[in-house]
C-alpha cells in the first residue's frame, strides 16, 4: 500500500489515536480524511511528514491540543478541516500558528467550534492568493475582523461567528467572489447608523447568504439592501437594535428564500413588496414594532413554511387568504392585537404549530380545529374564546400541546381527551370550566405538564 493516494475513513466509528508512523508507511498521500470518527489525543505532528497531501480532513473527533506548528511543511495543501460540531467534540486550543497562514496554496481552512484563541487582526502581510473558503466561527479569537481576510480576492465563504468585535469594515465590498458571510453572535457595530458597510456588500454581485444576527448594530435599515445580488437568498438581521421601517426595496430580492429581522425595532407597516417573493419560505418580523393589518400580499407566498409575526402592534382580521397557503406549516401570530380568524384557516390540513396567544380574538373554539390531524401544537391562551371545547379535538392524536388558559371556556373537560395520545402539556387553567375531571386523562401517558387551576371543577383527582 505504499504507493496510496487516496485514504478515507470518514463517518465511522474509529477511535484511538492517529498512527504517528501514518506518512512514513504512506508517503505519496494525498488525500486524508478521519472526520466523524472518535479520534482523540493530539494531531502528530508527523503527520504533517506526508509532504504530498492536499486534503485533510480531522474533523468531528475529539483531538485535543494545539495545531501542530509544523503543518507548513505541507506546501501542496488545499483544504484543512479541523471543525468539529459534536456535543463531545474536538477540544483544539491554542492559537492558530502563523505558519499556517504561509500555504500559498491553501483554498479551504475549517477549524469552527474549537477553542482557538488569539487576536487575527495582529496578522498582517498575508495574501492567501488562492483560498475560498474560511470557516473560524465559535472560537475565542478577539479582537477586530483580521484585515488579512480583504486580500484573499478568491474568497467566496467566511464565517466568523461568536468572534470578533469593533466596526463592520466596507471593506467586505471588495471581496468580489463573496457567496456566503456570517458574521452573527458578536459584538460588531456599524460606523454610522446607515449601517454603511451593507452599501458596500452591494458590491458583491454573488452573494447568497448574509447573516449578522445578535450584533448590537444600532441603525436603521437602509434602502440600499435593494441593490444586493439578486441571487441573495438569506438575509438574517435578527436581535441587532435596527430600527426604522422595513425597506419597500427588499422585494426588488426576489431570489431570497429566508428573510430573519426579528427583535429589533422596525415600526410602520408591513411592506406590500413583500408579496413579490415568490420563493420566501421563512419570514420572520417577531419582537418588534410593527402596526396596522397584516397585508393579503402575504397569501401571494406560495411556499411559505413558517411565518413568525409575534409580538408586534399588529391588529384587525387575520387575512382570510390564509387559507390558501398549503405550504405553511408554522404559523406564530401570538402577542398581538388581532381580532378574528378566518374559517378557511381550518382548511391548513398540514399545519404543525398554531401559536396565537395574547391577542384579541372572541367567540367558541371552533369544531373545524379537527380538521388539523397532523398539528403539535395550539396555543389559544390569554384571549376571550367562550363556550365549550368542540370535543372534534380528539382527532388531533399527533398534538404535544394544548393551551387553552385565561380565556372564558365554560362546560365540561371532554371525556374524549384520552384519544389526544401524544399529548405532554395541558393547560386549561384560568377558565370557567364545571363538572369532573375526566378519569380518562390517566391515560395520557406522555403527559408532563397539567395545569387545571382555577375554574369551577369537581370530585376526585385522576390518579
Known sequence: MSSLQYLDFSFNRLSGEIPPYIC???PFLEYLSLSGNMFHGGIPSTLLNCTYLQILGLSYNDFSGAIPREIENLTKLKELYLGINRLHGNKLVGIVPITIFNLLTLKVFDVDNNYVLGRLSSIVDVRFPNLEELYLWGN???GTIPHFIF??????????ATNSSGFIPSTFGNLKNLKELSLSDNYLTSST??????SSLSNCKCLKKLDVSRNPLDGFLPRVVGNFSQSLEFIWMSD???SGGISEEIGNLTDLISIDLGGNKLNGSISITLGKLQKLQFLSFRGNELEGSIPNVLCHLAVLFQLDLRGNKLSGSIPTCFGNL?????????????TSIPSILWNLKDILYLDFWSNLFVGPLPSKIGNLKVLTRIDFSRNNLLGDIPTTIQGLKSLQFLSLGHNRLQGSIPNSFDDLVSLESLDLSNNNLSEIIPLSLEKLLYLKYLNLSFNRLEGEIPR
Open 151 to 160: 486580500n484573499a480576492s478568491k474568497l467566496s465563504i467566511l464565517t466568523l
Open 326 to 338: 398549503t405550504a405553511l406549516r408554522n404559523l406564530h401570530l401570538d402577542s398581538n392585537e388581532l
Open 240 to 242: 441587532c437594535n435596527i
Open 140 to 142: 475565542n479569537f478577539s
Open 193 to 198: 447608523p446607515e449601517l454603511s458597510f451593507l
Open 24 to 26: 512514513s508507511n504512506l
